[in-house]
């Protein structure tokens, strides 16, 4: 089995297109979960919120990061950039309290959204691995 650091490895080592899709997968795995959740919204604020606060992680938003999200998501450049400025540090309490009460399957899949948009620049940061531990604890 490999360790955690191995598995982050992997993931930085993928090529965009998997990233492309392994992130879009993984969001169609999880708005059931968000639905269920955040009736209100449709599941859209609670994904919305997993997606800002893993590119919230490191501070830096590249311009590969947003080009990443606008492939992932379907949407223009512009629309994401918007999306970005909806950003509020209490996303990432709500996330890592979604992570607490959700089963195994679906923590699996923040995860692997959470991972695949901070593994596109091909790194990922030391905040943007205790924010990875965080949800899988």
Known sequence: MATFNELMQKYVNSDYETLV????SALNNLLPACKAVDKD???????????????AADGYLTGLEKKFLSDALGQSEETIQKFISLYDSRMVEMVDAFADKINDDIKADVMMLITAICAVDEKISREETALIRKILD
């Open 21 to 24: 899709h392994l992130a879009q």
């Open 41 to 55: 919204n449709d599941g859209l604020f609670l994904a919305t919120s997993i997606i800002l606060t893993a590119i």
